[in-house]
């Protein structure tokens, strides 16, 4: 019964709240400058918002199944990289490479999966050491300084656009569908939630926990790969640290949209109304006329506030 | 009476490193029947349910199902057989609904891989019927709005939804008013009416004689024997949990206070 599922979303307050906050935000912001509003404004914001969405899809599920990846921001700058060195600015190439580094962040999530639960290593070690791995490998591989730039194809993939829509838009949407569908409707987004709430309850209910929590990891890895593959597509070329602004704006956005931080409740479709806020903001307050840092300062205390506001309830509903 | 336990265990032994929580205990559950098993704290109950339920599989001796020796090495094999257990504290999930936690690990899909939520619902409506259970409203409720005794009776409807033939309760009126409990020992003895092997986990040996037919003792991981509830009295019992006094034992029958 599709309709119940859909009815129970929609009475989901801190979801709404998120898609409220995003619209609001969106409108002061519109009145403060007149352009933002404009059709090829809004295109901007939701590419640039793309990436944080497309990072935050796969940290939702880990978020959701009670994980955190903090290996994001170098598996994303590692895809980035080894795309522009495997295409060598060609298209041809981009056939197997893509496939290859997307596969290849399924592998970084996989080792991480297999890490968490079969090591027993906590998450936050295992995922925060796989980011150091990764940094530390991509400089000596690069040796420090990646030249190659992104090809055709790929910019094409971030910054074009059919009809009115960007093409970017159009994956961001395909994808944002599947995830909905399998948190919505698929017995493995059952066991996601229940897995998030309480392990032990999914372990003695027969729910194969190990390999939910591993699966979780994989996406997160595809996810960060794929989004480092659009934005270096975006950017025109892949740099080292250009995945780092995405470990924090990630679990922002998660945690913006409503879902706990602590995992068992929240679904990807706030998580977009939570990248749809962070994107909004990063463009406000330049409007404002606030230099790098003070900007930088803000963007810190607004996140955090809005995290701990968003995750009160649960808070709440624990101590209770 | 039957002829032969639809659950019997002989020679379990299971050790976790030197500690040895289970040696040579034997034990059975026959249908219709309820069977209590008790003990002190540390006597093993916990490690011989986890042992029936797949949980920890055992080391040594046999589990006979329907008097065919089995082997259950993880929690669907027990399922597989029929046997399901409602464990105290981690039978439900407190943010998901009545009919989600159901069906929890065992979901209805569609041909296209889809929840079938519209059959969980109905199906989930008929077992509570079914079961008299008439306290839960709308079987949508989030679990965490119901109290306990609704909460038992949810973990209950859910354990005997698939057909089984063996219900492990593990101290299902703990930490439940009277009212509540009432509500629950009816229900135990209403599944052991309608033909299934009721394993009862519980301190409490009011409970235990209100509801149980039998009552297994067991002391420091051994088994100390079984009892009759219709022949025995709970002071025979408290001296087999705490000195492990057998039955043979018994002077007369005039138990003091």
Redesign the interface.
Known sequence: ??T??LRRLGQNRPILLAYGGALALFAVTSAFSPGFASANHIRILLIQASFVALVALGQSFVILGGGIDLSVPWTLNGSAILMTLFADGQNRPLVWVIPLLVALGGLIGLVNGLGITALGVSPIIMTLGMNVILSGGLLVYTNGSPTAAAPAFVETLATGRVGPVPYNTLIWLALASLATVVLT???FG??L??LG??R????????AVSRVTVVTYVISGMTAAFAGILLTGYVGQAYLGMGDPYLFASVAAVAIGGASILG??GHYLGTIAGALILTVLAGLLPILNLNTASLQVIYGVVILATVALATLPGRL?VTR | MTDSPILALRGVSKSFGQVHALSQVDFHADAGEVMALVGDNGAGKSTLIKSI?G?HPIDEGEILFEGRPVSIGG??DA?RLGIE?V?QD???????DVV?NMY????L?DRL??????TM?QRTRETLRGLSVTTIRTP?QLV?GLSGGQRQSVAVARAVMWNSRVVILDEPTAALGVAQTRQVLDLVRRLAEQGLAVVLISHNLHDIFEVADRITVLRLGRSVGEYAVAETTQQEIVQAITAGIPAAARSNGEAPV
């Open positions: 019964m599709t119940f599922a409707w698929t017995a059952r066991h939630y229940a709430t309480n032990m309850v999914a372990q003695f209910s027969g729910i068992g409740s509903a | 339920a949980i929690p669907k399922g257990v464990y981690l039978a439900l999930c407190d943010n998901l989600q929890l690990g065992r979901e899909r891989w889809r929840l079938d939520e519209a619902e949508r965490a």
